[in-house]
């Protein structure tokens, strides 16, 4: 997760270990029975209800409640992350979000992330027809009113019934106590649709504002309003800063108003507000609109967005020509349907399934879709285009690339193949393949694309992927020290360089990043037939042995003169002083390339079992306050990405039971495990850690997404029928399976004994049954060969240089 603000604290003493039992004991006694890892014990009919009514989008709207599982977060002041997740009506990886908000960003983004929604919130301030990656910043609002208003940011707020809030995939409801009303949401690809449903009033309002940066509001005629929000980055910004509001009847009255920053903090006149005026500039710049309704009178408004307020127009009347709320609402549940039978699972809970196909759904929340084919959009060059295919926005590669964009291969390759030509295209626009954040993950998205079997001029893709990787002038942050030293430095500050200090370069976790990077790289340079290229980038891929300690057994940042930084405590977290939003014990286990390499580097299997305990079983202690850092077992963090493959590295330890066991703890405590049934641990990241949930819970995780491999966990459904894109079936049994036997006994894959804790997509390219006999005690000799391990950079029993 990566957010604009951060807050660590001081520093604390070094944490005692603790063993490794304990953690079995409280992994076999601490998930409670409603919990979300629970499956059900026997073959259970499949529900009769269908996937799309299992999805509730409310979920990742709510924190978790747990003090043991929050740790010291969130610091005081601010509210506790969720997963920052909408339950706003849209259509799958669309740009046009119809959503509640409830949280005044135009004042302050209380968590650091302009989210638009937060669970615990009690009143409601409006509902936006926009789109953006959470919603915070969409434009123009759009609040129903009865009686008295007043002008943004002091929106006219009302206390929902939550009792009455319900959401589904393309749509949300809820009834505004304080004004009697009720709101209905549904979208279609470009277009929001919303009913208000008023009671009997002179004094319906609908009040319709531009944000903070204003721009410019037109009432045009008694039942259209349009107008163009300042500022804005048209590249980035499929919908426009335009847009198009049309209502369902004719206005009884209107005006337009602004704020006025010349006399704001004083009360009366810190507002422009004339009735019957049409047309306003400023900041807030809106119009208010009024009904006389009769109980029960429904007023509804579309509004859809472009680059002028002609497209808009346009979109608006070629995608919602009528009034046709049902229809819409139809249309776009039935396309949230055609995703989510794409997997079918048998057994678990109730609330299981809810959790299961709400986080699926979430995992559609990027990249988001800028143009169909045909379609104008505007391209990293600021230049309009028209789409020679369907061209999708930036992949956040640093939270997706990690598994969500495995999830698209599996079940939408022609997707991803049009994802990937839409990553090479703005790469020939900005002149550098994207990046996200620090790493410089595309890499993974093409070299696990290629390993996958989806067809790609891969040649082209590499050309930019190389010039990011050798280029210093690119993307990649201090890559000129990182080629020259094979690790990139901290600068310590004056002071106690612990936290709360949180600037930086982030140097050790940049450095794992980067080596990361270059494993891939090294795959499709060799795979192009690019030796040189192929072994240079292998070499680079070990460079994060050279920010490895063994004097203190954990990856530490270094100073430019290659001392390492001192004080160290792995126990706390930085923002980007040495790592990046996480602690020392965190950022260990970032080597997905290399965990053999890593393995040895603390010592072999027994020591590296060991570590991977303490890590699990080591209470969390830290002083400084990591937002992020949401979610514990132990020092593990579910709520943040940089760990969160740990879970499932015990696979190339020996000890694949233990991942069974953890994998089903962390399904349990960290999603839905309050009080609402609804939180998240930590942000969402646009779909990362509800793919987390998704591909867990069907029983496997890919933990190092550039490789076609995928670790076994422990599915908590007795059944997973995964359509995949190809048209072919992966088919997982769990037989005995219940909350108790969490544990695999034995394995087959397509009827033939199966040893591996781990598969590729070799294994299950033409359809798979993998059938998994579990039982309530481990199986520890069950995948424990040396040679059962997934693959490595380091062969086994290598000599390390």
């Not at 005026?277 to 400023?282: E, I, K, L």
């Not at 890499?443 to 992927?465: E, K, S, T």
């Not at 990077?517 to 060799?526: E, G, I, N």
């Not at 599915?715 to 036997?741: C, W, Y």
């Amino acid at each position: 997760m990566h957010t604009s603000s951060t807050r660590p604290a001081s520093r604390t003493s070094p944490v005692l270990h603790h063993r490794f039992a304990a953690l079995l004991v409280a992994l076999a006694i601490s998930v409670p029975a409603s919990g979300a890892g629970h499956a059900r014990a026997g073959n259970a009919p499949p529900s009769a209800v269908q996937s799309v009514d299992e999805a509730n989008p409310l979920v990742g709207t709510a924190p978790l409640d747990r003090q043991e599982l929050i740790g010291n977060a969130p610091p005081p002041g601010e509210p506790l992350y969720s997963g920052m997740t909408s339950p706003g009506a849209s259509l799958p990886q669309s740009a046009t979000e119809a959503t509640p908000v409830n949280l005044n960003v135009d004042l302050s983004y209380p968590a650091g992330v302009g989210m638009s929604y937060y669970y615990p919130r009690p009143t409601m301030i409006g509902f936006t027809g926009g789109g953006s990656t959470y919603g915070g910043q969409a434009s123009p609002m759009i609040m129903p009113v009865v009686g008295d208003w007043t002008v943004p940011p002091d929106y006219a707020q009302s206390y929902y019934d939550k009792a009455s809030e319900k959401a589904s995939p393309g749509y949300y409801t809820v009834d505004l106590a304080t004004f009697h009303t009720k709101v209905e949401l549904t979208a279609t690809q470009r277009t929001s649709l919303m009913r208000f449903t008023f009671p009997a009033s002179h004094r319906s309002n609908v009040i319709i504002n531009l944000r903070r940066p204003g721009g410019d509001m037109e009432v045009v005629d008694d039942h259209t309003i349009r107008g163009v929000a300042a500022g804005g980055r048209p590249e980035r910004d499929s919908d426009g800063s335009w847009f198009v509001a049309e209502f369902s009847r004719p206005f009884a009255g209107f005006g337009t108003f602004r704020a006025d920053h010349d006399h704001e903090g004083y009360g009366i006149g810190d507002a422009d507000v004339q009735q019957d005026r049409r047309a306003v500039s400023g900041s807030y710049a809106g119009a208010y609109v009024t009904f006389d309704t009769k109980a029960g009178e429904q007023v509804l408004v579309k509004i859809a967005h472009g680059h002028s307020a002609d497209e808009a127009e346009q979109r608006l009347h070629d995608e919602e020509p009528d009034w046709d709320f049902e229809r819409v609402h139809a249309k776009a549940r039935e396309a949230w349907a055609q995703i989510l039978d794409r997997v079918e699972v048998t057994g678990g809970t109730p609330k299981q399934r809810m959790l299961f196909y709400s986080t699926l759904y979430h995992s559609f929340a990027s990249p988001r879709l800028l143009a169909r084919k045909g379609e104008h959009f505007t391209g990293a060059d600021g230049k309009v285009q028209v789409a020679g295919y369907d061209r999708y926005g930036p992949v956040p590669f640093w939270d997706t690339g990690r598994n969500q964009i495995v999830l698209l291969m599996l079940l939408e390759p022609k997707v991803v193949q049009d994802i990937m030509h839409s990553e090479l295209d703005r790469a020939r626009e900005r002149g550098y393949m994207d990046t996200s954040f620090h790493g410089d993950h595309a890499v993974f998205l093409y070299d696990g694309a290629w390993q996958r079997g989806i067809p790609f001029d891969y040649a082209a893709a590499y050309d930019y992927l190389r010039k990011n990787a050798t280029d210093p002038k690119g993307p990649r942050g201090y890559l000129a020290e990182y080629m020259k030293n094979g690790w990139i430095s901290d600068i310590v500050p004056p002071g106690n360089p612990s936290p709360p200090y949180a600037g930086g370069k982030a140097g050790a976790a940049t450095t794992l990043e980067y080596a990361w990077d270059d494993h891939a790289l090294a795959d499709v340079a060799s795979r192009l037939g690019k030796i040189d290229d192929a072994q240079m980038f292998e070499r680079r891929a070990a460079n994060y042995r050279n920010v490895f300690d063994p004097s203190v057994g954990f990856m530490r940042g270094r100073t430019a003169d290659g001392q390492w930084i001192s004080p160290f405590d792995p126990g706390e977290p930085y923002y980007n002083f040495m790592m990046k939003e996480a602690s020392g014990w965190s950022t260990l286990w970032l080597v997905p390339h290399d965990v053999q390499g890593l393995m040895d580097l603390l010592g072999g299997r027994d020591a590296f079992n060991a570590k991977l305990d303490a890590f699990f079983s080591t209470p969390y202690t830290a002083k400084g306050i990591c937002r992020d850092c949401t979610g514990l077992i132990g020092q593990y963090v579910q709520g943040n990405q940089p760990d969160q493959q740990a879970a499932y590295l015990y696979a190339w330890s020996g000890q694949p039971w233990k991942t069974q066991a953890l994998a089903r703890r962390i399904l349990a405590e960290m999603y839905g495990s309050d009080a609402s049934g609804y939180a998240f641990p930590g942000m969402d990241d646009q779909g990362s850690t509800s793919s987390w949930y998704v591909l867990s819970a069907m029983g496997f995780y890919p933990v190092d997404p550039s490789t076609p491999d995928y670790i076994l966990g422990s599915p908590i459904f007795d059944q997973v029928r995964l359509h995949m894109g190809n048209g072919k079936v992966l088919e997982i049994d769990a037989l005995n399976n219940s909350t108790r036997n969490m544990y695999i006994q034995s394995a087959t894959l397509n009827g033939k004994p199966w040893n591996k804790p781990w598969f590729s997509q070799a294994d299950i390219a033409e359809g798979a049954k993998l059938v998994l006999t579990m039982g309530p005690e481990p199986n520890k000799s069950w995948g424990a060969d040396p040679d059962d391990a997934p693959p490595s950079m380091t062969p086994r029993n290598a000599k390390l240089k």
